[in-house]
């Protein structure tokens, strides 16, 4: 508590003072995140120095580990940096929407859309048909869930809370199929599918992080542009229709940057869950709750958990390379047990 | 809704009826048909040398048997929890107590040296315990009251852990992961009956606490004021309500893995004919919820046929329809 009010007294300040304290704290988490990449490329199963490192990202032909550094380990860690990122907007998003900490895209359902289609994808074509559409049918899981979603919970418009008990709902089926399929697959397919679930950044390649990047380039300034409604919708749906807010189509296009990034994310990484749960959380200790500061803190603080739970799931249990959801999980899990015990005051 | 005593009687009486029918339909359908005289003679007369004998004893009988026993006790655990949370959502599938079961389940066997299913039983009870009091610590507001969508959300949270935990177990522990894996999905084939036997008493013990707190369950519903005036405190009962859905979620899960929203969709369909009052409302729960289970068991067989798919895909399935339509009447 004594944390927290102290943020606000100095959040009381003027708007300079804020904006000067949120651009220090991105800059500082910028700079982490560097230093991060740089530890996560110079550890792993082939023990290389930092220096051998750095040569060779600077000169890829006169290096003998160029193939280590500039095909597996930094494609798998951009990759991690920008999944975590766009779990930690859509979590934001989503959390401004519903006006309710404890929403994340793993609740309401679009994570387990996802992650049907996917499972669908690997029990019915398995390893015959290439594995580069698991992405494009994962994604299309997503938004079909969240359309569903959006269909079933009409009535007379959107309340957030029936949005998100539906969601649950949704998700308990698709999760049922989920289950149905793997236990009707034979084993080494159930074991694929269920490392795909807890989520792995395993053998990602360039072209992951090339089908990734577009979805944050568009998405992430788009709910940027929203901002001022999401700040107003913050104070509650009179008051930001008061303030000249279009509710529906606000939260139309921000639940699109939402469902697009999470679905994007989950194709290419699986299941990663909790990650959108706990960074708006960290961010919001860090900048307050003001949209435009929350969401490039928000991804950079995402990008970092992310980045290390892969960098664990690597190094830690050698020669097993085990998925990072099983850290984030491991850290999100508490920790979201720990802000469910604090804020149980406010609601 | 029946309302005079004669068609309430008559109600559990057409529910005793359909558990019957939906128990024979089990016992005698699946992929090889058992006529009535060959059930009835495989029990008076167990022959081994007769496949059909062994079917009936080793398979159709214990899991008809274990539907019943799971579909009641989750179906009066889903009552008891909607009246305790005065919330209609509330249920042990979707408040996290069967995913805590089912995660100190997986530790128990991928960790710690125990594999006979007995065992189960225990890691269970331990499990739910443990997500029960995680939920009611996390949803109790500043009046120790329990809003409804908090409540929902900090199970459906919990039940997210301890899945990913148990994920991250089982890839660990590759070697655990096919025997619980059928099981996790929620399963009542495959059982012998000797497992039931010591889960007798846990049953037995929690429906007869459950009897003698019924008044005190109608009182709950009214008001914690209601149960001072019946001379116990709230805090008691809620106590001793709370152990009852322990031990039934728990044994359940034990049993039979994680099913899902049977103890969701059967009170509120109680509640629907037979009313709110607990003396009729938790019988008439027991009955239906077996039913319900039985049912659904019968159906997963011809799904998919010739394969089994898990009961607990199929009560999702038919679970979840329901529950939109819930959260869509609530008034948001």
């Given at each position: 508590?004594?944390?927290?009010?102290?943020?606000?007294?100095?959040?009381?300040?003027?708007?300079?003072?804020?904006?000067?304290?949120?651009?220090?704290?991105?800059?500082?988490?910028?700079?982490?995140?560097?230093?991060?990449?740089?530890?996560?490329?110079?550890?792993?199963?082939?023990?290389?120095?930092?220096?051998?490192?750095?040569?060779?990202?600077?000169?890829?032909?006169?290096?003998?580990?160029?193939?280590?550094?500039?095909?597996?380990?930094?494609?798998?860690?951009?990759?991690?940096?920008?999944?975590?990122?766009?779990?930690?907007?859509?979590?934001?998003?989503?959390?401004?929407?519903?006006?309710?900490?404890?929403?994340?895209?793993?609740?309401?359902?679009?994570?387990?859309?996802?992650?049907?289609?996917?499972?669908?994808?690997?029990?019915?074509?398995?390893?015959?048909?290439?594995?580069?559409?698991?992405?494009?049918?994962?994604?299309?899981?997503?938004?079909?869930?969240?359309?569903?979603?959006?269909?079933?919970?009409?009535?007379?418009?959107?309340?957030?809370?029936?949005?998100?008990?539906?969601?649950?709902?949704?998700?308990?089926?698709?999760?049922?199929?989920?289950?149905?399929?793997?236990?009707?697959?034979?084993?080494?397919?159930?074991?694929?599918?269920?490392?795909?679930?807890?989520?792995?950044?395993?053998?990602?390649?360039?072209?992951?992080?090339?089908?990734?990047?577009?979805?944050?380039?568009?998405?992430?300034?788009?709910?940027?542009?929203?901002?001022?409604?999401?700040?107003?919708?913050?104070?509650?749906?009179?008051?930001?229709?008061?303030?000249?807010?279009?509710?529906?189509?606000?939260?139309?296009?921000?639940?699109?940057?939402?469902?697009?990034?999470?679905?994007?994310?989950?194709?290419?990484?699986?299941?990663?869950?909790?990650?959108?749960?706990?960074?708006?959380?960290?961010?919001?200790?860090?900048?307050?709750?003001?949209?435009?500061?929350?969401?490039?803190?928000?991804?950079?603080?995402?990008?970092?958990?992310?980045?290390?739970?892969?960098?664990?799931?690597?190094?830690?249990?050698?020669?097993?390379?085990?998925?990072?959801?099983?850290?984030?999980?491991?850290?999100?899990?508490?920790?979201?047990?720990?802000?469910?015990?604090?804020?149980?005051?406010?609601? | 809704?029946?309302?005079?005593?004669?068609?309430?009687?008559?109600?559990?009486?057409?529910?005793?009826?359909?558990?019957?029918?939906?128990?024979?339909?089990?016992?005698?359908?699946?992929?090889?048909?058992?006529?009535?005289?060959?059930?009835?003679?495989?029990l008076?007369?167990y022959?081994?040398?007769?496949?059909?004998?062994?079917?009936v004893l080793t398979e159709r009988l214990p899991r008809a048997v274990i539907a019943v026993l799971v579909?009641a006790s989750?179906?009066?655990?889903?009552?008891?929890?909607?009246?305790?949370?005065?919330?209609?959502?509330?249920?042990?599938?979707?408040?996290?107590?069967?995913?805590?079961?089912?995660?100190?389940?997986?530790?128990?066997?991928?960790?710690?040296?125990?594999?006979a299913p007995v065992d189960y039983v225990w890691a269970a009870l331990?499990?739910?315990?443990?997500?029960?009091?995680?939920?009611?610590?996390?949803?109790?507001?500043?009046?120790?009251?329990?809003?409804?969508?908090?409540?929902?959300?900090?199970?459906?949270?919990?039940?997210?852990?301890?899945?990913?935990?148990?994920?991250?177990?089982?890839?660990?522990?590759?070697?655990?992961?096919?025997?619980?894996?059928?099981?996790?999905?929620?399963?009542v084939s495959g059982r012998e009956l000797s497992l039931v036997v010591p889960l007798l008493p846990l049953f037995g013990g929690a429906l007869l606490?459950?009897?003698?707190?019924?008044?005190?369950?109608?009182?709950?519903?009214?008001?914690?004021?209601?149960?001072?005036?019946?001379?116990?405190?709230?805090?008691?009962?809620?106590?001793?309500?709370?152990?009852?859905?322990?031990l039934l979620?728990g044994s359940s899960v034990a049993l039979a893995?994680?099913?899902?929203?049977?103890?969701?969709?059967?009170?509120?369909?109680?509640?629907?004919?037979?009313?709110?009052?607990?003396?009729?409302?938790?019988?008439?729960?027991?009955?239906?919820?077996?039913?319900?289970?039985?049912?659904?068991?019968?159906?997963?067989?011809?799904?998919?046929?010739?394969?089994?798919?898990?009961?607990?895909?199929?009560?999702?399935?038919?679970?979840?329809?329901?529950?939109?339509?819930?959260?869509?009447?609530?008034?948001?």
């Open positions: 508590m004594m944390h927290s009010t102290s943020l606000n007294r100095r959040g009381d300040g003027t708007a300079d003072a804020r904006q000067a304290r949120s651009l220090g704290i991105a800059t500082l988490l910028l700079l982490l995140l560097l230093a991060s990449m740089g530890l996560s490329l110079s550890l792993g199963s082939f023990p290389t120095s930092f220096g051998r490192v750095l040569h060779s990202l600077a000169t890829p032909q006169g290096s003998d580990i160029a193939f280590i550094v500039w095909e597996l380990r930094l494609p798998r860690i951009v990759l991690a940096m920008l999944v975590g990122a766009a779990l930690a907007v859509s979590g934001a998003i989503l959390q401004g929407i519903v006006r309710n900490p404890l929403a994340s895209p793993d609740v309401i359902g679009i994570t387990s859309g996802a992650a049907m289609a996917a499972v669908t994808f690997l029990a019915l074509f398995g390893a015959g048909l290439s594995i580069h559409w698991l992405p494009a049918a994962a994604l299309s899981g997503a938004l079909l869930s969240a359309l569903l979603v959006f269909f079933l919970s009409w009535k007379h418009g959107i309340a957030p809370s029936r949005m998100v008990l539906v969601g649950i709902g949704l998700s308990a089926a698709m999760g049922a199929i989920t289950t149905l399929l793997i236990v009707t697959s034979d084993d080494a397919a159930a074991m694929v599918a269920y490392v795909w679930l807890t989520g792995s950044l395993y053998a990602a390649q360039w072209q992951d992080v090339l089908g990734m990047l577009p979805w944050l380039l568009i998405a992430i300034p788009l709910c940027l542009t929203q901002a001022r409604h999401m700040d107003a919708m913050a104070l509650g749906d009179q008051v930001a229709l008061g303030l000249g807010v279009n509710l529906l189509r606000s939260r139309l296009v921000l639940m699109t940057c939402s469902v697009a990034l999470a679905g994007a994310a989950v194709a290419f990484a699986g299941g990663l869950s909790f990650v959108g749960l706990i960074a708006p959380h960290i961010a919001a200790r860090l900048v307050g709750r003001g949209f435009a500061r929350l969401v490039p803190t928000a991804a950079l603080v995402g990008a970092l958990i992310v980045l290390y739970a892969d960098l664990l799931g690597r190094v830690a249990f050698l020669p097993k390379d085990l998925p990072a959801g099983i850290f984030v999980s491991g850290v999100g899990a508490p920790f979201f047990v720990y802000l469910l015990h604090r804020t149980r005051y406010h609601h | 809704m029946l309302s005079s005593r004669l068609s309430r009687c008559l109600g559990l009486f057409l529910s005793m009826a359909l558990v019957a029918v939906a128990f024979m339909a089990s016992v005698m359908l699946g992929t090889t048909d058992i006529a009535l005289p060959t059930f009835i003679d495989a008076i007369h022959d081994p040398a007769r496949v059909a004998h062994i079917i579909g989750l179906a009066i655990a889903g009552a008891l929890m909607q009246t305790m949370t005065r919330n209609p959502l509330a249920s042990p599938s979707i408040l996290g107590i069967n995913a805590g079961a089912m995660f100190f389940v997986v530790v128990a066997v991928s960790l710690l040296p125990l594999h331990l499990g739910a315990f443990v997500a029960a009091c995680l939920v009611v610590m996390l949803s109790r507001g500043r009046q120790g009251e329990l809003a409804p969508l908090r409540v929902v959300l900090a199970g459906v949270a919990i039940t997210a852990m301890f899945v990913s935990f148990s994920q991250g177990l089982l890839i660990i522990d590759q070697q655990s992961f096919e025997s619980v894996l059928y099981w996790l999905a929620g399963s606490l459950c009897a003698l707190l019924v008044r005190h369950a109608n009182a709950l519903m009214l008001g914690d004021d209601m149960v001072k005036g019946l001379g116990m405190r709230a805090g008691t009962i809620k106590l001793l309500l709370g152990l009852v859905v322990i979620a893995g994680m099913i899902g929203f049977v103890g969701l969709i059967v009170p509120h369909m109680a509640r629907g004919i037979f009313g709110v009052d607990h003396r009729w409302l938790l019988p008439a729960c027991a009955l239906l919820g077996a039913s319900l289970l039985l049912l659904a068991d019968v159906a997963s067989r011809f799904l998919m046929a010739p394969q089994d798919i898990p009961v607990g895909v199929m009560t999702a399935l038919i679970g979840t329809p329901f529950f939109i339509h819930l959260a869509r009447r609530k008034p948001a």
